[in-house]
């Protein structure tokens, strides 16, 4: 069947470019994200596609490279139909875009649209999936500080006075290699 194969083709450089990235081998990395999203593209395979630009996307704001890891969120949130982790994924990584860029209410209403995604499908959580059950943990803290920037602004403390750091979330497959 194409679509496993093409599944198994984008897991295999999936695979090869979180290990490069991990290895911190920069470009190696980007190489094998790329063949990755060039064959979901060519393939037509949708949820592959937004699979890679969440992990790119990702690697991408690590680096410092935001305007290009928003270009690769919105494609990936831009597809219909994405697993629930992927998608809240995509846009809790958006929203620590936002956040390093100042951009603080965005990031709280994206933040709240992925806890409510979540809580959702998972009301009591006994039935989710324990990376998403820690998934849902951090974007709820994540918004819970992002809401305290917010409240600050709306006292009218001005944005330059204020200091944020918030801590991303390491991916599954990164911290399996760090």
Same mark, same amino acid.
């Given at each position: 069947?194409?679509?496993?194969?093409?599944?198994?083709?984008?897991?295999?450089?999936?695979?090869?470019?979180?290990?490069?990235? =991990?290895?911190?081998?920069?470009?190696?990395?980007?190489?094998?994200?790329?063949?990755?999203?060039?064959?979901?593209?060519?393939?037509?395979?949708?949820?592959?596609?937004?699979?890679?630009?969440?992990?790119?996307?990702?690697?991408?704001?690590?680096?410092? !490279?935001?305007?290009?890891?928003?270009?690769?969120?919105?494609?990936?949130?831009?597809?219909?139909?994405?697993?629930? !982790?992927?998608?809240?994924?995509?846009?809790?990584?958006?929203? =620590?875009?936002?956040? !390093?860029?100042?951009?603080?209410?965005?990031?709280?209403?994206?933040?709240?649209? =992925?806890?409510?995604?979540?809580? !959702?499908?998972?009301?009591?959580?006994?039935?989710?999936?324990?990376?998403?059950?820690? =998934?849902?943990?951090?974007?709820?803290?994540?918004?819970?500080?992002?809401?305290?920037?917010?409240?600050?602004?709306?006292?009218?403390?001005?944005?330059?006075?204020?200091?944020?750091?918030?801590?991303?979330?390491?991916?599954?497959?990164?911290?399996?290699?760090?």
């Amino acid at each position: 069947m194409v679509l496993e194969e093409a599944d198994q083709q984008v897991k295999l450089w999936l695979q090869l470019a979180h290990e490069a990235y =991990s290895d911190r081998q920069m470009l190696r990395a980007f190489h094998y994200f790329q063949r990755a999203l060039d064959y979901a593209q060519e393939k037509g395979h949708d949820l592959d596609v937004a699979l890679v630009c969440r992990d790119l996307g990702y690697v991408c704001a690590r680096e410092g !490279s935001l305007d290009k890891a928003l270009v690769y969120f919105d494609q990936g949130l831009a597809i219909n139909g994405v697993e629930l !982790s992927v998608r809240t994924g995509l846009m809790a990584n958006k929203a =620590s875009v936002f956040v !390093s860029l100042g951009a603080y209410r965005p990031a709280l209403e994206l933040l709240e649209e =992925s806890s409510g995604l979540i809580r !959702s499908k998972y009301r009591d959580f006994s039935n989710a999936p324990s990376q998403l059950v820690h =998934s849902h943990a951090a974007i709820v803290q994540m918004a819970d500080d992002v809401r305290k920037v917010v409240d600050l602004l709306d006292m009218g403390v001005r944005a330059d006075r204020i200091q944020v750091d918030i801590k991303r979330q390491e991916p599954p497959w990164l911290l399996k290699n760090e």
